[in-house]
């Protein structure tokens, strides 16, 4: 049964986090009575039954607010305004302000909320939809956990698991790397190849601090966080471009501090804005974890290694091994710096060389190599006749 009264979403529509918060602040009371359908405004309606009638009207202003005090300390604004979407969804759904608790509850709801689902998404999204929505029932709407009427294994049976994102193609993500190489401005820069070779989230980017990027021979070598509200440390050699970057970001946009003074969503936006102004196929920072993530395993890299790299915890998995197997500092850097010695980015793109002696015969065998125009049998091959021509010059000399 579709218990939408018509296909054009209600005045609740939201179209951003900002119009949201102004949405509030207003109150748009006018929107709340021409939802009304018995043709006036509710004087006292409550949001969901806490603070007023235990069974009053849903009001879909209050249910926002309550949400948005209830989830502040444990979600970021953007995970908030996902969850505002799907209540928006539901109360297009459902038009929610014309029902009551018992209509979302119980016997009722669970029908409902069944309908919807079956209406709005496919059934691999399921297991994430309902857990959304569960916690909007308990944040914003009010309810108790007992009151939430969906129990999956006798309702719902076996669903398919979700799938994680494919990575992107390396055509896609090599385009990307060569059109921020000519990017002429810093701090695209920057925020690119932090994200790029080092498949952090864009709030580990903004956060980063200079304390963190620990120092060798006066140049940044790597980054220590301990991040010790999710108890996944951080330990992440930094290859040359992204060295040399930050050396140039330090001394002439940084002095102390944190080094972006942004928030997290002005990379998502700057990603989208760069894709459409340089005609690139769209790319987020969270396709290019996935994408560090398979090129740490493509170059053999352990799981410890990766996970320090990435900020992941290193003893999830469930074997005992991945608990005990707590590496060094210096070895995790060892291993990152053998395997990917110029990063995930390195796999795509020949590494710079600076040319500083006139026999550069060996270079230039190993800019090709790494460049893939050579195959692994073929350099070996010439860099051994290479050594032969050296030894028999050297002996000629003597």
């Known amino acids: 049964m579709d218990c939408r009264k018509d296909n054009t979403p209600n005045a609740h529509s939201h179209n951003g986090p900002e119009e949201e918060n102004s949405r509030l602040d207003d109150g748009n009371e006018q929107s709340r009575?021409?939802?009304?359908?018995?043709?006036?405004?509710?004087?006292?309606?409550?949001?969901?039954?806490?603070?007023?009638?235990?069974?009053?009207?849903?009001?879909?202003?209050?249910?926002?607010?309550r949400f948005k005090v209830n989830t502040s300390a444990r979600l970021k604004p953007r995970s908030q305004y996902e969850y505002l979407q799907l209540l928006d969804r539901f109360d297009w759904y459902a038009n929610l302000e014309t029902r009551t608790k018992k209509d979302l509850t119980g016997r009722?709801?669970?029908?409902?909320?069944?309908?919807?689902?079956?209406?709005?998404?496919?059934t691999r999204s399921w297991r994430y939809k309902l857990a959304m929505l569960k916690t909007l029932y308990i944040a914003g709407f009010g309810y108790s956990s007992a009151d939430w009427p969906i129990e999956p294994r006798r309702?719902?049976?076996r669903l398919p698991r979700p799938r994680p994102n494919r990575d992107p193609p390396d055509e896609v993500v090599k385009a990307w790397a060569e059109a921020f190489q000519k990017e002429?401005?810093?701090?695209?820069?920057?925020?690119?190849?932090?994200?790029?070779?080092?498949?952090?989230?864009?709030?580990?980017?903004?956060?980063?601090?200079?304390?963190?990027?620990?120092?060798?021979d006066g140049k940044p070598h790597h980054i220590e966080r301990d991040?010790?509200?999710?108890?996944c440390p951080i330990v992440a050699y930094l290859p040359p471009d992204l060295a040399e970057e930050l050396a140039s970001?330090?001394?002439?946009?940084?002095?102390?501090?944190?080094?972006?003074?942004?928030?997290?969503?002005?990379?998502?936006?700057?990603?989208?804005?760069?894709?459409?102004?340089?005609?690139?196929?769209?790319?987020?920072?969270?396709?290019?974890?996935?994408?560090?993530?398979?090129?740490?395993?493509?170059a053999g890299m352990s799981k410890q290694a990766s996970a320090y790299l990435m900020g992941h915890d290193a003893t999830s998995g469930g074997a005992m091994r991945d608990w005990y197997d707590q590496p060094q500092v210096d070895d995790i850097l060892a291993e990152q710096a053998e395997r990917l010695p110029y990063g995930p980015?390195?796999?795509?793109?020949?590494?710079?060389?600076?040319?500083?002696?006139k026999?550069?015969?060996?270079?230039?065998?190993?800019?090709?190599?790494?460049?893939?125009?050579i195959s692994t049998i073929e350099f070996a091959t010439k860099a051994e006749e290479l050594r032969m021509h050296r030894q028999k010059a050297f002996l000629a000399s003597k």
């Open 33 to 65: 009575a021409t939802n009304d359908h018995s043709g006036t405004a509710r004087e006292d309606p409550v949001g969901a039954g806490g603070g007023g009638e235990e069974d009053g009207m849903v009001n879909i202003d209050k249910i926002i607010e």
């Open 108 to 122: 009722a709801g669970k029908v409902l909320i069944l309908e919807f689902m079956q209406e709005e998404y496919s």
């Open 155 to 157: 309702d719902l049976g």
């Open 184 to 216: 002429s401005r810093l701090k695209p820069r920057m925020t690119w190849l932090l994200v790029a070779q080092t498949g952090w989230s864009p709030s580990d980017v903004v956060s980063l601090t200079v304390s963190e990027i620990k120092m060798k």
């Open 227 to 231: 991040r010790r509200k999710t108890n």
């Open 249 to 298: 970001y330090l001394k002439t946009e940084c002095n102390a501090g944190q080094l972006f003074w942004v928030k997290p969503d002005a990379i998502n936006t700057s990603w989208n804005y760069y894709a459409r102004s340089h005609g690139l196929e769209p790319l987020h920072p969270k396709d290019m974890r996935h994408w560090v993530a398979s090129a740490c395993r493509k």
């Open 345 to 357: 980015l390195g796999i795509l793109l020949p590494p710079r060389i600076e040319l500083v002696d």
């Open 359 to 373: 026999d550069t015969d060996i270079l230039v065998l190993w800019t090709e190599y790494m460049a893939e125009k």
